[in-house]
């Protein structure tokens, strides 16, 4: 009688340890799996900020052509570079280095 008693009592307290642990084995899990999506997000929203720099510059860049492009002097060199339009009797002349080589 007391053996089996014993017995019970072992059973029931490995069975308890079997239990804590594998409490604990899920609780790390859904840990690490919360610490992952963590760094994940993380890196997505450092992308999504280096994204928004790079598109701010863009259009800081963009607006300044569009103002340059609204003068005659900004319009004219971009109609002779990109459409390659010139007058009669004019020809285009393309110089090769900087003019801040030479200086």
Do not use: C
């Amino acid at each position: 009688m007391k053996t089996a008693r014993r017995w019970g009592r072992l059973t029931a307290r490995v069975a308890s340890l079997a239990a804590g642990l594998a409490v604990l084995v899920l609780i790390g899990a859904q840990f690490a799996h919360a610490v992952s999506l963590n760094l994940d997000l993380a890196h997505r929203v450092a992308a999504a900020h280096a994204e928004r720099a790079q598109l701010v510059a863009d259009s800081a860049r963009l607006r300044e052509r569009i103002r340059l492009l609204q003068t005659p002097q900004g319009v004219v060199p971009a109609i002779h570079d990109e459409l390659r339009l010139v007058r009669p009797h004019e020809e285009i002349i393309y110089l090769q280095g900087d003019s801040a080589d030479k200086q």
